[in-house]
């Protein structure tokens, strides 16, 4: 995608909440502050299930560990966003690393088996942490606290703050996706053995890539953890991680915008039909189906295709 | 003789009741073209897959160049200058040729946990890469997607991955495998001009390149090495001529 097109989608998410503020429509805002929170978590997912080629059925695990961070410290009383945020991404990545240099020594069927089967045992172990809600949760009394006269509990802001925070991921990813690091990652996706065979150590980049994107993930879950004000072991169970793998699927896997477009789809069509029936997953389901169907490379493969433009080789 | 860079002793490699390789003993010394030849079935890829790390060896043990490597994971014997073609072309078939070799490249030249820079920027690295490119015959093809180029050119693209790692001592599965003859003549003093500069183990079906090319030759037969001389020696063998020669047509 080129320079205009990025900084017109930027202006318009720009615009947005002015849009929505004028029109007395606030709750839209914090919808569109729960899209892009999802499209950071799965952008970090695109990294390991597009680029990497792992697929990876245990995501959740990192989101909800993220937003356990931010909600245990919130029990202690720790508020500040600057403390929080970057605990919940050391500590996701920190749990991707044990999580990945177990799992990645599998491979395919077995690969997304055991990262579903790590996640679900985070799950349980959440759901067995009584002192912290068990599977009630915890409610958080109040968003992190950033101070620099910024006030998260302002959803206009906090939209801000998550819109800054998903183009930096954007630009993080992109960075690294094309450069010596990437093009290993990508690679090992296309022939493993190869890679081995002329020198590189495998195993050890796929981990970094599992560990990046783990803690991306992390903070992900930190800022869904005060989009809520409320964190429970469902946002750990494999549903999310399923979600995620959708989003990723339906939004094109190695597109730099994957994730996003993914996470706009499903959360605004299930938002769209779910009033009006409470089969709204069912048609969902059907969009996907046909998604995958026609549309093999997901929605940024097509819109590539129609801008004639698709290139010969994806690197972001 | 000079030292050996590669020096197999006893290997030995069983799959349940059959003895794929049995107690394997030979060297390759700097500078020479070492050809391994043997019938269908007789152990000469599962050879080369313990000496590149791929399949472990239940006995004996691989010394290259003065380190013992017999359990040495693939990637780390390929840095320590023992490479590897593969029978089946293994190439990077989405990327382009010099992309793939770039790869290569950039394995052994400095970390790549590099996440910032862009790879396309590295300009080091493509110069390198193309001129490896014109090494193995690829000059003018650098920019085709690999998927695309002629079989032959694959194979070329093959061979030059596995010389894009600078290695000491490259093992070349039947480089020539499902080549015309024309694509073959091209291989032959590509293969030859190594020599000047690494050392060679040479798989190959083709008799005619095998004679042409190799400084010493090993026989394998059901997984043992049954002779090892000069191609002169090997043809004048009457051992390898009862096990092997006799039964198919040796031209040259």
Redesign the interface.
Known sequence: MNRTLNLVLLAIAIAFPLVAQALDELFYVSFASRILIYAVAATSLNLILGYGGMVSFGHAAFFGAGAYCVGIAMVHGVTSAWITWPLAMVVSALLAWVIGAVCLRTRGVYFIMITLAFAQMMYYIVLGLKAYGGEEGINLLNRSVIGFGVDLKNDVTFYYVCLGVLVAVLY?CQ??V???????VQ?IR??E??????????FQ?KL?CFVIAGGVCGLAGALIANQTKFVNPNLLHWPVSGELMIMVILGGLAYLYGGVIGAFVLLFLDELISPYTIFSKLYVGLVLLVIVLFAPHGIAGLIEKWRGTLP??KDG | MAKPVLEVLGLTKRFGGLVATDAVTFDVVPGEIHALIGPNGAGKTTLVHQL?G?VAADAGSIRFNGADITVM????R??AGL??S?QIT???????VV?NI???V???NG??????????S?SALYDEARAIAKDVGLAGREEI?SGFLAHGEQRQLEVG??L??KPLCVMLDEPMAGMGPEESERMIPLISGLRATRSVLLIEHDMDAVFRLADRISVLVSGRIISTGTPAAIRASDEVRRAYLGDETVHG
């Not at chain 1, 094309?178 to 290993?184: I, P, S, Y």
């Not at chain 2, 293994?90 to 382009?96: D, E, G, Q, V, Y």
């Open positions: 993080l960075r690294l094309r450069a010596r690091f990437g093009n290993v690679a296309e022939n053995t190869r890679m081995d065979a002329i020198g590189f150590p495998t980049y970094v010969r080789k | 590149s791929a994971p693939t990637h780390d390929v840095r490479a590897r593969y293994s190439i990077f078939r989405r990327l382009t992309d770039v790869l290569a950039q394995a052994r970390t790549s946990l590099s996440f910032w820079r862009p790879i396309k590295e997607v991955l596995a894009a790692t």
